[in-house]
């Protein structure tokens, strides 16, 4: 049971990202690659991140997937929704969030700074058999960054740095040999991290 | 060739990038994290030596909470309160049972009389203890550090203590860090929530007991549960790995002789005539006591894992066998076996019972307290016919242990202390009970 809750999860996971990358795969196929990209359009952004920090070695390095679809306003703003995943040692977290970015230039390669706000649900990855989970939250998701754009036709290839902050708590039982469910760990964490990867934007 | 602005700003940016992944890798960055962890543990309760001997004092009757082993001796019942002292009954009448007094004895748990003198621990003593007035009683002599292996003890600098209890209690830690990951049950990678493991010995009291009888004249009965008992000039004791014996040659003066290391899981001791059948959960052990200062093994009948109280008769053992998370597996039977030699005893017969405690026989009649499945009574002239032969079943009520006394039947359980009348073993009577906490 657990194991099917596990891949119904990733499978829901999965599905959000290949819902976005398929609408971003329609829209690049309807661009004219002759003409430069309009300063006011529909973009679409796929990003594939590492997450490093300290917690006490409990957790390791983790990866990121998101993809954003949103709207140029004008050559330097633009807006967007993302979904993501998140993949720590003990917990994988979908993040749901709007991106606001603005670029130094309106055209041509730039550096540029975003900021990502949102909802993290957030799931325990797999438990011993002793364990027992009673309670899995996500919380507020919040990533700062900033990255360098390379304008190549009417596509860029970015790198990024971002801060992140993720909110997340659970709660579990255990039998530590006094007997099932004798132990009980509940943990708030807040993880800060930061973040560097590459992401396309079409 | 001047690279194009492009690229010019690409290594400028790229430069601060390198600066602020270079950052992400030193800056103490570090998650905010609350852990909660409340778990229940035993915590160990010491009393001092002096606390415990201080403590020995005879008081009006009590209330009876829990009844634990009995001894009969000359018309009075001795009913331990496991772990408090002892209950001393006068049982002239057995249809009237009179609570008249009371010894408070801490930890005291097993007992044996002969003549006037009352055999009784205490944690790690041996009391000696005149019972010939009984408005009089008193410690003749104190056998110290006799019964160390029983309980916890140790040292704390120049006074000693003993494990008298666990204390149950919860506890709730908060931390401003990570567990890390639970290694196994209880323990963290990251140094917090090592749980006491201590040993959770009150049960181990509970299985401590009461004698039977022994040669001479003057010596009491016990019951099948017992840890004590007296054959001739000697009181013999076990614990859950040795066998003790003690010279009441003297019985006012006892003299701590020989320890026999046994084996472990050791429970009960029966004396049969120069003989010592000791039961524990791995078997069966026969000791030659002919040479009473220094007993040797005979021979041992091995079993399943299970708690084991044996008695013998006409040159029959009977084992029964339970099962229970004290006792482990999941066995619940008499054995029936042939001790006509000692050095091979043969298994003759098992039948099945439901969860059976203590035993008695007399002549013909074997009792079996079945714990929560009551009391059985069945004719045992045929051993080999026994399961077939039950006589009564007293299903209502809980029975720990028995002790059968000429016609009379003293039964202990949870629910105090029971007497019947089996002189017609097709007619058995109830006589009388002390009820667990009845006022007095």
Redesign the interface.
């Known amino acids: 049971m657990k194991l099917i809750t596990h891949l119904l999860r990733k499978g829901l996971v999965l599905s959000g990202l290949a819902l976005f990358s398929y609408s971003t795969l329609i829209a690049q196929t309807t661009t004219d690659p002759e003409s430069p990209p309009p300063f006011k359009r529909i973009y679409h952004e796929g990003e594939l991140g590492i997450i490093?920090?300290?917690?006490?070695?409990?957790e390791g390095s983790a990866f990121a997937l998101n993809v954003i679809n949103g709207y140029r306003f004008s050559g330097q703003l633009s807006a967007g929704l993302g979904i993501g995943w998140q993949n720590y040692d003990?917990m994988d977290v979908m993040p749901i969030f709007l991106r606001l970015s603005g670029s130094l230039k309106s055209s041509?390669?730039?550096?540029y700074v975003f900021a990502d706000t949102g909802y993290g649900w957030a799931w325990i990855e797999d438990t011993?058999e002793?364990?027992r989970i009673l309670e899995e939250n996500g919380g507020v998701y919040f990533r700062p960054g900033?990255g360098?754009s390379?304008?190549i036709n009417n596509w860029s290839l970015n790198?990024f740095?971002a801060?992140l902050m993720q909110k997340s708590s659970y709660r579990y039982t255990?039998?530590?040999?006094?007997g099932p469910d004798?132990?009980?760990?509940?943990?708030?964490?807040?993880?800060?991290?930061?973040t560097?990867g590459i992401s396309v934007r079409f | 060739m001047r690279p194009t602005p492009?690229y010019r700003?690409?290594g400028s940016?790229?430069g601060l990038?390198m600066l602020?992944?270079t950052?992400?890798?030193m800056?103490?960055?570090?998650?905010?994290?609350?852990?909660?962890?409340?778990?229940?543990?035993?915590e160990p309760v010491y009393a001092t030596t002096s606390e415990i001997r201080d403590a020995f004092d005879v008081i009006a009757p009590q209330a009876i909470t829990s009844s634990g082993k009995i001894y009969y001796l000359n018309g009075y019942i001795f009913l331990n309160e496991p772990g408090k002292g002892i209950h001393i009954i006068n049982n002239e009448d057995p249809s009237n049972p009179v609570n008249e007094a009371f010894i408070n004895i801490p930890g005291n748990f097993d007992m044996a009389a002969k003549g006037n003198i009352l055999y009784a621990d205490s944690y790690i003593d041996l009391l000696a203890i005149d019972i010939s007035d009984l408005d009089n009683i008193e410690i003749k002599k104190r056998v110290e550090n006799v019964f160390p292996i029983r309980y916890d003890f140790f040292y704390n600098g120049a006074e000693s203590v003993v494990l008298t209890e666990y204390k149950e209690v919860r506890q709730v830690d908060v931390y401003e860090?990570?567990?890390?990951?639970?290694v196994h049950?209880?323990v963290f990678?990251?140094g917090h929530?090592f749980?006491a493991?201590a040993e959770f010995s009150v049960n181990s009291f509970y299985d401590a007991g009461a004698p039977r009888s022994g040669g001479g004249s003057s010596s009491g009965v016990g019951g099948s549960m017992a840890r004590f008992t007296i054959a001739g000039h000697y009181l013999y004791t076990v614990d859950s790995y040795n066998l003790s014996v003690f010279d009441i040659v003297n019985l006012d003066d006892p003299v701590a002789g020989n320890t026999v290391e046994i084996s472990w899981d050791i429970e009960t001791i029966f004396p049969y005539g120069d003989k010592l059948f000791i039961g524990s959960r791995a078997g069966m052990y026969i000791f030659n006591a002919s040479n009473p200062e220094s007993p040797y093994l005979l021979s041992k009948f091995e079993h399943v894992r299970s708690c084991d109280p044996v008695i013998a008769d006409k040159n029959i053992a009977y084992v029964t066998l339970r099962s229970g998370t004290e006792c482990e597996g999941f066995t619940n039977q008499l054995d029936v076996i042939d001790v006509t030699s000692l050095e091979n005893p043969t298994l003759m017969k098992t039948f099945a019972m439901q969860n059976p405690h203590g035993l008695g026989k007399d002549d013909n009649l074997l009792f079996i307290a079945e714990g929560e499945y009551g009391l059985k009574v069945f004719d045992a002239s045929d051993p080999l016919l026994i399961g077939e032969r039950l006589l009564e079943h007293y299903d209502n009520i809980h029975a720990y242990d028995v002790i059968p006394l000429d016609g009379i039947l003293l039964m202990t359980g949870d629910d105090g202390l029971f007497q019947y009348d089996y002189s017609d073993p097709e007619n058995i009577q109830f006589l009388s009970k002390i009820s667990v906490n009845a006022s007095l």
């Open positions: 490093q920090g300290n917690s006490d070695g409990n003990e041509g390669s730039t550096p011993p002793f364990v900033i360098y390379i304008s790198i740095t801060w255990y039998d530590d040999g006094w004798n132990s009980e760990v509940s943990e708030e964490r807040t993880r800060k991290r930061f560097a | 492009t700003n690409f940016f790229a990038f602020l992944l950052g992400m890798f800056t103490a960055c570090e998650d905010d994290v609350k852990v909660t962890h409340t778990y229940t543990y035993f860090d990570d567990l890390g990951q639970m049950p209880g990678a990251w929530g749980l493991t």
